[in-house]
């Protein structure tokens, strides 16, 4: 095909750094390559900062409270909140680590939706740039919670809502010459049911009976599935260092990536179960953690702290302290089952998680 014949020949002349604005473009979306030179923004911390949304539909309630978010000068936040029955918490951490820009996004929203408790946690790695994942931030969740179809078919309106924010973020672009891309791996919690959906190498797992649980698979070219898919589109993958799209991203699903956008697509892959005894937390992490923490060795980290936002802050430093090159965030959520069995089952919630 034509497009894959241009690509092709992009990246042979990669090496030669042409000034053509549009290769530029391309180059810049060479995923986490630790040698590009970044201007640190001063702007980080107020962007990056929680978000929390009680009013993104007409019929959603109020918002419980939640602990303050700290932030200090070395590009680091945490926070966590806690629901007023006890049944559920959540921490989160975020930090810029080695690299000189913070490209990683997260979004959590807590709401009651026509008498539905519901929470949804994100995870947005941007790559080349991060105006793709904080286009999710402030979009995603928004979006699918008004989806005609999220209470009544949850995966469909997830599956279109990511497709049409993608759609909606490139038409938002068309007249830049930006080409960033970004992950989204989100936890999406109606009533006890959990949905999992992912594009691209963040991850989300559980711990369940003391065991880790991956609800995620990351998309990476060099996948067996995803490779026949990509070729069967007309792209090809190349090993640039690692397995690449074109010889340019070092993931096959993402959203964005505008001149890859043939091959890379944002189309998640959804898991979804109903939560039970045995769930004890459930983890959504940028690559930054899962480069050097294996998902075993995640859980047991989370699993020591009682309170989530210490969880999440122990991943990051473990993290950091193991080498991630990369920005590092993460969310942990904890279940606390014995909150939700009363002493009287009869007047326990039909809905309760």
């Known amino acids: 095909m034509v497009y894959s014949s241009c690509i092709r020949s992009l990246v042979v002349e990669v090496g030669t750094f042409t000034n053509k604005v549009q290769l530029h473009s391309i180059v810049r979306s060479l995923h986490k390559v630790p040698s590009i030179t970044y201007s640190w923004n001063r702007g980080f911390k107020t962007s990056i900062g929680m978000m929390v949304d009680t009013g993104a539909m007409s019929r959603a309630g109020p918002i419980v409270d939640m602990l303050p978010e700290k932030d200090d000068d070395g590009g680091f936040a945490s926070g966590g909140w806690k629901s007023e029955d006890g049944r559920l918490s959540y921490g989160y951490s975020s930090f810029r680590g080695k690299r000189v820009t913070m490209e990683d996004f997260y979004d959590i929203k807590i709401s009651n939706i026509d008498g539905r408790s ?27 919670m008004k989806h005609p179809a999220f209470l009544t078919d949850t995966k469909l309106a997830i599956s279109e809502t990511y497709r049409q924010t993608d759609a909606d973020f490139l038409d938002s672009e068309r007249d830049t010459f930006r080409d960033d891309g970004s992950t989204a791996s989100t936890a999406v919690l109606v009533d006890n049911h959990l949905y999992v959906a992912n594009v691209g190498d963040s991850r989300t797992i559980i711990s369940k009976a003391g065991k880790a649980i991956a609800l995620s698979e990351d998309h990476k070219p060099n996948r067996s599935d995803e490779r026949k898919r990509i070729e069967n589109a007309g792209g090809v993958v ?65 699993r020591t702290e009682d309170e989530p936002e210490a969880a999440a802050r122990k991943l990051t430093e473990a993290a950091f302290a193991r080498g991630s090159a990369d920005n590092i965030t993460c969310i942990v959520v904890h279940f606390h089952h014995e909150k939700a069995n009363p002493a009287n089952p009869d007047q326990a919630s039909p809905g309760s998680s």
């Open 118 to 144: 519901v929470c949804l946690f994100g995870i947005f790695d941007g790559h080349g740039g991060s105006r793709a994942a904080e286009y999710l931030k402030e979009h995603l969740f928004d979006n699918l």
């Open 238 to 302: 190349m090993w640039a260092g690692t397995w690449r799209v074109g010889g340019v991203l070092a993931m096959s699903r993402a959203f964005g990536n505008r001149m890859l956008k043939q091959f890379v697509v944002a189309e998640p892959e959804i898991q979804d179960q109903v939560i039970d005894e045995e769930l004890e937390l459930l983890l959504l992490a940028s690559d930054g953690l899962w480069d050097v923490v294996p998902n075993d060795d995640a859980a047991s980290l989370a």
